[in-house]
């Protein structure tokens, strides 16, 4: 039972999970505040870029519809049914996700947060925030039916635990310049 909601809640965020992972290795270029300041700090700063979030959403959306050719067998060996991804919710999913990471460095920098300081708990959790509010304003009915109170209570404890692992090994490997 709590199998089959943790492999259903990792299914259904897996197009919330890899973009901001996908924008690490993409970002570069032009800063999407064009390197304007608000209030004696960068309104985003140099770490949201164009190119990330734009590869972030693509590599999510790319990903739900790999997802959504692999659900029935997926389904037939956990003997659950898994969700498939309309489009709407696939981009809602991830752009949603790029939001929150972005909503976050809003916040940092309006708390005098240089790029790339942590802020812990809003690091583990800005993603899901804007992937499900997202998801639940653009696609109602499917993101009732996927995620059930049962497997968004799970999503909500094992992503911050997914988020520090891939973070500090992204980290270990050299990908990211800080473990958070
Ligand atoms: N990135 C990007 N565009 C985004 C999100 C991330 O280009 N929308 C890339 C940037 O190269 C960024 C890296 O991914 O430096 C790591 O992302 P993140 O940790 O979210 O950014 P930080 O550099 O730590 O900046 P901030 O303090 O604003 O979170
Ligand atoms: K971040
Ligand atoms: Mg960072």
Redesign the pocket.
Known sequence: MIGTLVATAFWAMLPAYVP?NA??L???GRP?DGGREWRGARL??????W???AV?TLVGVLLALALNALAAPASAALGSDLPTFALPAAFALAFGA?CG??G??FL?RRSG?????AFPGLDQLDFVVGALGLVFLVDTDWALAAFTPGVLAVVLVMTPVLHVVTNVGAYALGV???PW
């Open positions: 901001n924008a690490v993409a970002g570069g999407i985003l700063g140099d770490g949201k870029t190119r990330g979030t972030g790029m990471d972005i976050a460095s940092k947060r240089e790029r790339g300081a990211k310049n800080e």
